[in-house]
């Protein structure tokens, strides 16, 4: 019995820990952003040229838009992104945002300027932009990209911020130009040699005559000149009847 007890109290032990845990991993967990709400497709996209497909999550367009997660003291208005998709590739994108920014985010965009933008004396507006995107033009600050599309709107009361960017997607490269064919190299003129090599064979063997089949030099024309005339090679004074080498004369026998 006083083992069950123990057990018992044992158990209640760690159920206590474990909500204990649990609890303070939910307070230490950042506070959800807030959105007011979703909106759904806009009806003021063009219609000329429609895009493909119209993204409505607030979170997803927020990170896209400022490289970061909004806080829970971020508020999400009103959040729209368009793609014009051809072959699986974004050729074109925009996309519109309206939050109550956080101290922290309106420091980040607006003091220290973290995508480098210039201020500019007027907006432009793009003409398909949603309903929702309006404000009154005299009541606000603008930064915008010089080589591009981004504009932070700041409205001067600092509750509201106003953000719009658009651009090109991914588009296929040119082909590659068809080169020609290498042009075919002619034959070498001819010449007094040949551009192989002849064949080489090993000498035949000799005969069990001591003949090697290989037809004996014939006498050339100095060997037929008189002894005043030359032609400037050595006279062949006698032919060779075969290729055997002349004997050897024998040695004498060693004395006694």
Not at 151 to 179: C, E, M, N, W
Not at 194 to 199: E, L, N, R, V
Request: aromatic letters at 6%.
């Amino acid at each position: 019995m006083k083992f069950m007890k123990k057990f018992q109290l044992l158990l209640i032990a760690l159920a206590i820990v474990s909500l204990a845990w649990l609890g303070c991993r939910r307070s230490a967990a950042p506070p959800a952003p807030r959105v007011q709400h979703v909106d759904k497709a806009s009806t003021t996209a063009s219609k000329e040229d429609p895009p493909t497909n119209i993204e409505n999550d607030p979170v997803r367009i927020f990170q896209r838009a400022f490289w970061a997660s909004p806080t829970g003291e971020d508020e999400i208005l009103h959040a729209e992104r368009r793609e014009w998709i051809d072959s699986d590739n974004v050729q074109k994108w925009q996309w519109f945002l309206v939050v109550k920014p956080s101290p922290a985010l309106l420091k980040r965009l607006r003091d220290d300027n973290a995508f480098g933008l210039m201020p500019a004396a007027a907006v432009n507006l793009p003409s398909d932009a949603p309903e929702w995107f309006a404000f009154n033009k005299d009541e606000v600050s603008v930064l915008h990209a010089p080589q591009g599309n981004l504009q932070l709107i700041f409205s001067k009361d600092k509750h509201t911020l106003y953000a719009t960017d658009g651009g090109l997607g991914l588009r296929p490269g040119a082909p590659a130009p068809v080169r020609p064919p290498p042009p075919a190299r002619p034959a070498p003129p001819p010449g007094r040699l040949p551009s192989a090599h002849p064949p080489i064979s090993d000498p035949p063997e000799p005969a069990a005559d001591g003949t090697t089949g290989v037809p004996p030099v014939r006498e050339d024309s100095a060997s037929r000149l008189s002894a005043h005339e030359t032609t400037g090679g050595t006279p062949v004074v006698q032919d060779r009847q075969d290729a055997r080498p002349p004997a050897l004369p024998a040695l004498p026998a060693p004395p006694q």
